[in-house]
C-alpha cells in the first residue's frame, strides 16, 4: 500500500532526470561509438563530419534533436499523468 502512494510521488525527481540525461546520453553516442568503433548514427555523424557532407550532419542533428525534444516531451506527459492537478495551457 505505501508502495503505490509513495512511487507516484517520488517518481517525478526520477523523470526529471531522466528527461535530462537524454540530451548526454545521445551526444555520447558519438564518442562512445568511436571509442569502441561501433558502427550506429554517432559513427555516420563523424564521418559525416570528416568528409564534410553538409546533408549527412544535418539529417543526423535533426534525427537527435527530434529524439531529444520527444523524450522531454514524453516526460512532460508522464507529470500529468502522474499528477493530475497539473494542467498545461488551462487558466
Do not use: K
Not at 517520488?10 to 571509442?35: K, W
Amino acid at each position: 500500500m505505501l508502495w503505490l502512494h509513495a512511487f507516484r510521488n517520488s517518481s517525478f525527481g526520477l523523470l526529471t532526470l531522466v528527461g535530462l540525461n537524454i540530451g548526454a546520453l545521445i551526444g555520447g553516442t558519438v564518442i562512445i561509438e568511436q571509442i569502441f568503433a561501433m558502427p550506429g548514427m554517432g559513427m555516420l555523424m563523424l564521418q559525416g563530419v570528416i568528409s564534410l557532407d553538409l546533408a549527412v550532419v544535418q539529417s543526423c542533428v535533426f534525427i537527435f534533436a527530434a529524439v531529444a525534444i520527444f523524450a522531454n516531451l514524453f516526460v512532460d506527459i508522464m507529470y500529468a499523468v502522474l499528477d493530475p492537478r497539473i494542467r498545461y495551457g488551462s487558466h
